[in-house]
């Protein structure tokens, strides 16, 4: 049973979550969600392995990766100071002595939009004795562009060139995210362009820049308009590239385009539970107007067969509100539907 919970600060009525199976939140799709879980198994896995200056074993690097998005409960800061505690134990063992150990840390760091200085990340590998491999100097050219650093990504650029490594698509998708955080969404499209003069037509991966550009900009004419050129020239994205622009939308302040753009997606049952993780990513990131409406949409349109866990979600999120010092009276009553719903009996209790 959900208990009540009366909070002296607030005043207002808030339900608490009930203790659910370990394998429902802690571990979902095979995949670790919560930081409990997480720290956990990190610990398990290092007191297993208890030579210093051995290689980090496999399960390692996708428990660093982990903190990238999966961790759907924690805002972007937490996951990537959990990242920065378990790469800090992982130097202490002497562990961090494989380009691709950094390179993981380096896609956390791109996943959760860190700030870094990418120069002083190659100089630590220096310092390690490693070296960069093709996939390090690509993500550090993404670094930079996602900083708006055209400058730094030219430099970067030109070393890639200078090794005479391949610019393949993702190379110009970061050029496309670089000129347009920079301002210059012209400079943006003349990327794709360029692309094309040397041969190489724009995929999904260049697209998908373009549209997230577009994203943090609130521009969702140009969103529908990108994605119906891609629909005409059968440049078939994921459905979760839609989720991903969502996310993104509702990132940079522009939550009032999240329903719109939800309402250009066809099958939604095959995204509920994208869905569910959006809701919980809003909420962690303070955006609770935009976790409102997706919810409140979730179950008013009935999209789920799972009733009660989008009632645990409005739960989880009116928590979270009151953790955050946040107004929920108005928050309890935009979900009082959620008292409507079946089976009503199983899942509240009034005060």
């Known amino acids: 049973m959900l208990r009540s919970l009366q909070s002296p600060a607030q005043k207002c009525r808030i339900w608490r979550l009930p203790a659910l199976p ?85 896609q956390t760091y791109l996943l959760n939009d860190h700030s870094f200085v990418p120069s002083d990340f190659l100089k630590e590998m220096k310092s390690n004795n490693v070296s960069p491999n093709q996939g390090t100097l690509s993500l550090i050219l993404q670094a930079y562009c ?57 995929g999904v991966v260049t697209y998908t820049a373009l549209l997230l550009a577009y994203a943090e900009k609130g521009d969702i004419e140009a969103i529908e308009k990108v994605l119906s050129e891609m629909r ?42 994208d869905l569910r993780n959006l809701v919980f990513q809003f909420a962690a990131r303070g955006e609770v107007a935009t976790a409102l409406d997706l919810l409140q949409y979730l179950t008013s349109e009935r999209i789920s067969i799972n009733v009660e866990r989008e009632v645990s979600l409005g739960v989880i999120l009116l928590r979270s509100m009151l953790e955050q010092g946040g107004e929920v009276e108005g928050a309890l009553e935009r979900l009082k539907h959620l008292e409507a719903l079946e089976p009503r009996e199983q899942l509240l209790q009034s005060l």
């Open 22 to 106: 370990y394998s429902t939140i802690a571990v979902q799709e095979n995949r670790i969600r919560t930081k409990f879980a997480l720290k956990k198994r990190f610990k398990d896995v290092i007191e297993s392995n208890p030579s210093t200056g051995a290689t980090a074993p496999p399960t390692v690097y996708q428990l660093l990766k982990t903190c990238g998005t999966d961790l759907v409960y924690e805002n972007p800061s937490a996951r990537i100071s959990i990242a920065n505690e378990m790469w800090k134990t992982l130097k202490q063992k002497g562990m961090t002595n494989d380009v691709g150990l950094y390179n993981t840390l380096l």
């Open 146 to 202: 996602h900083q708006g650093n055209v400058a730094g990504a030219t430099g970067m650029l030109e070393r890639i060139k200078s090794l005479d490594l391949p610019i393949n698509e993702h190379v110009y998708a970061s050029l496309v995210t670089g000129h347009a955080r920079s301002g210059d969404m012209g400079g943006a499209l003349q990327v794709m362009e360029m692309m094309k003069g040397n041969g190489l037509e724009p």
């Open 232 to 273: 005409t020239k059968r440049v078939f994205a994921p459905i979760t590239l839609q989720v991903k622009i969502m996310d993104t939308l509702s990132l940079f302040n522009h939550g009032k385009h999240v329903l719109k753009m939800l309402s250009m997606i066809h099958n939604k049952q095959w995204i509920v539970s």
